[in-house]
């Protein structure tokens, strides 16, 4: 990168333990929460040994996901389940809600438009990349918090595809769910989805998302103070009422339209369906169920696939480590670095690494140069220095 006045990245690791992620204004009160009775076990923090569940929330701009994430964590604050919360959305102006790891501490987005010239939307995405190369810090603040909190919430960038269609997105995703159970909630503006056209669209991609994450799904129909969800669920259940709504559209429908229809009805028979107001906090109970059955549904068939995901990647960083190795104790053996060349075969690599390819023999000529050393050697250690790992 770029070597100028202000850095775009910075370590997450010296910016996590100033987050202290307590209560959000208003989390005590969770005013209109619906009336319901609280979810059972869902509000005792992590026991001993049980992993937090990551719930990774994805929709269109505007759907009300950083809305929704604001409203659940005051919900679960009242719980007394205070979640770990992660910002991903690197332009945006203000996070209402208690972060943990808000992406903007480590990158700056305005810096990373300006180095990289490039736009708005380019500068989303290439924030994400770099906060993707540090995902394993953040995968290691998680882990030391994985006994406090029972739900790590992680809202996305505006555009879901700066999410679910980059290589960022996906390398987030797998490190999260090779660790811990998640589920994503596929948030969905319903005031906005009256339209049965409009709606079929929308479920398309709420389709496409789960086939694109392999993950458990919720589908929140989110801001049912505006409008109430049950015209929707009534089309998902009953293809006529569908049929029928659609034959009311005096816009162009084709028979597509209509064929389309057909094959979602097999997507809406395994879908976990739940409508939300993440203005008012109703809904946000039975979100939690239909949570607790997704994270079981994790356990059951796709913990086995990220488990293999998990040993394929140690297996193929030994490999590489292991490779590595070869390549250098084949160099080592190919030059002369100490006059003779049986002395390096002899050391052996690990030797040769930890005296910087001088022998013993020569160790007080090269003293001079322990300034330089200390140098490489904290270029070798990325986040040694933060101390916070
Ligand atoms: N009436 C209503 N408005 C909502 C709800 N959720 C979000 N909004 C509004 O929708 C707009 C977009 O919300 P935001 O959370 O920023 O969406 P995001 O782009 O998906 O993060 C904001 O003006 C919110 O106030 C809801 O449940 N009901
Ligand atoms: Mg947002």
Redesign the pocket.
């Known amino acids: 990168m770029a070597a100028t006045a202000q850095a775009p990245v910075a370590d997450p690791a010296s910016v996590e333990e100033q987050r202290g992620g307590g209560p959000p204004a208003g989390a005590g009160g969770a005013p209109g929460e619906g009336g319901r009775p609280p979810v059972e076990g869902a509000g005792a923090p992590a026991e001993g040994g049980q992993e937090p569940v990551c719930l990774i929330v994805l929709?269109?701009?505007?759907?009300?996901?950083?809305?929704?994430v604001q409203r659940l964590t005051a919900h679960l604050h009242s719980l007394k389940a205070p979640p770990y919360v992660i910002n991903l959305?690197p332009a945006v102006h203000e996070v209402p809600f208690p972060a943990n790891i808000d992406i903007r501490d480590t990158v700056n987005y305005k810096e990373v438009m300006k180095q990289y010239r490039l736009g708005p939307n380019g500068g989303i995405v290439t924030s994400l990349n770099l906060f993707a190369t540090r995902f394993d810090q953040v995968m290691q603040f998680i882990e030391k918090k994985r006994q406090n909190h029972r739900y790590v919430l992680i809202?996305t960038p505006?555009q879901i595809e700066v999410f679910t269609w980059s290589a960022s997105g996906t390398i987030i995703t797998e490190a999260l769910a090779s660790s811990f159970p998640c589920v994503v909630i596929y948030?969905m503006d319903t005031?906005r989805s009256v339209n049965p056209v409009t709606f079929m669209s929308n479920m398309l991609y709420a389709c496409s998302i789960l086939y694109k994450t392999r993950l458990p799904f919720i589908l929140a129909m989110?801001?049912?103070?505006?409008v109430d969800h049950s015209f929707a669920v009534e089309w998902m259940q009953d293809f006529e009422s569908f049929q029928d709504a659609l034959n009311q559209e005096t816009s162009y429908v084709s028979n597509l339209t209509r064929s389309m229809s057909l094959v979602l009805d097999e997507f809406y028979s395994s879908l976990r369906v739940v409508g939300?107001?993440?203005?008012?906090g109703s809904g946000l109970d039975e979100l939690l169920l239909q949570v607790q059955d997704g994270a079981a549904e994790f356990d059951r068939d796709y913990r086995p696939e990220y488990q293999r995901l998990r040993t394929q990647l140690m297996e193929a960083q030994s490999r590489k480590q292991q490779e590595q190795l070869e390549r250098l104790r084949r160099d080592l053996g190919a030059v002369d670095v100490s006059g003779s060349p049986d002395v390096a075969m002899a050391a052996g690599p690990s030797d040769l690494i930890m005296n910087r390819g001088n022998p013993p023999e020569e160790e007080e000529e090269e003293q001079e140069d322990s300034d330089t050393d200390d140098i490489d050697h904290n270029g070798e250690a990325p986040g040694g220095g933060g101390g916070a790992l």
């Open positions: 929709g269109m701009a505007g759907s009300g996901k950083t809305t929704f959305d809202d505006g948030v005031s989110n801001k049912t103070d505006i939300v107001s993440a203005v008012t």
